[in-house]
């Protein structure tokens, strides 16, 4: 058997907002078991003490080439200083001082399997978010919009051959949320793919395709639809012994599209970077 246990503590002066957390974790593995549990107190001078904790289980079968395993934990997010005290633009109102923090609880399991030069995760989860915040538009800014409720299965493969490799990630989510509203900036849609190759020992290329969903924003009073969107990024990167060159192109094909509604987003880039490591 094999058991670890962690002990982290500290406090956090956030222009006003401070923050205690103490931190608790074990692990522990007996045969083909491994069993891990942790707890986090936080003490916040505006929202008071809470505690949040994470446990999981996980099994492994033929040698640990397939893992099956499930996670069960809880959560608290304060809301930031940004969305209680941002001022009010030309655009309209932002901050809210009189947010709630949002708290969670979450369900996953999964199945994993791994074999020489493939491998592939599939999980399931079940979330609830209470006391939602969001940002509902230039009338009424950030506010606490009810309890968000979301299912998905995730499903990610990875194929290594020699010096190429292949990932798919495929993400579906049923979204419910507060009198049947519809989430804000949240798809119910993910798919990327990626491909590496390693051309020689210090040249090595990748793609990035990803593809989002429809989402929803806000605009006055009004709700409304986000399109589709998917971007295509390429990556070029050289290796030193004490130096590397990476050149970068993101959204290659120039694609149009909105994060936040009526906000521009970036189009195509070009990026050069050169890190030294001594």
């Known amino acids: 058997t094999q058991a670890k246990d962690t002990y982290i503590s500290g406090t956090i002066n956030n222009k006003g907002q401070v923050m205690t957390d103490a931190f608790f974790n074990h692990f522990q593995k007996i045969w083909e078991y ?28 033929f040698s640990k080439t397939l893992n099956i ?29 009189d947010l709630a923090p949002e708290k969670s609880f979450n369900r996953e399991a999964y199945i994993e399997y791994d074999y020489k030069k493939y491998s592939t995760r599939m999980t399931y989860y079940d979330m609830k978010i209470r006391d939602l915040i969001e940002h ?39 979204i419910e949320k507060t009198n049947n ?13 990626g491909y590496q190759h390693q051309l020689k020992d210090r040249h090595s290329i990748s793609l990035f395709w990803k593809w989002i969903g429809e989402r929803y924003d806000y605009k006055g009073f009004d709700r409304v639809s986000l399109a589709e969107y998917d971007t295509l990024d390429f990556h070029y ?4 012994k004490h130096l590397k060159f990476i050149s970068s192109v993101k959204n290659i094909f120039d694609t149009d599209y909105e994060v936040v509604k009526n906000y521009s987003t970036l189009g195509r880039s070009i990026s050069i970077d050169l890190e030294a490591s001594f």
């Not at 549990?37 to 001078?45: F, Q």
């Not at 395993?69 to 997010?77: E, L, R, Y």
């Not at 010096?163 to 798919?168: C, R, T, V």
């Open 34 to 61: 491994k069993f891990q549990y942790g707890a986090r107190l936080t003490s916040n001078d505006q929202f008071g003490d809470h505690l949040v904790y994470k446990t999981s289980l996980e099994r492994g079968f």
């Open 69 to 97: 395993g499930a996670t069960v934990a809880t959560g608290f997010k304060a809301p930031s200083i940004y969305q209680q005290f941002a001022p009010e633009d030309d655009i309209g109102k932002n901050g809210n001082e």
């Open 136 to 174: 509902k538009g230039t009338t009424i800014g950030y506010a606490n919009s009810g309890t968000l409720k979301v299912r998905g299965l995730e499903l990610n493969q990875v194929l290594s051959l020699d010096k190429i490799k292949f990932s798919l990630n495929l993400e579906l989510m049923n």
């Open 181 to 193: 509203e519809k989430v804000l900036k949240r798809p119910d849609k993910i798919y990327s793919f």
């Open 237 to 240: 990167q050289f290796k030193m």
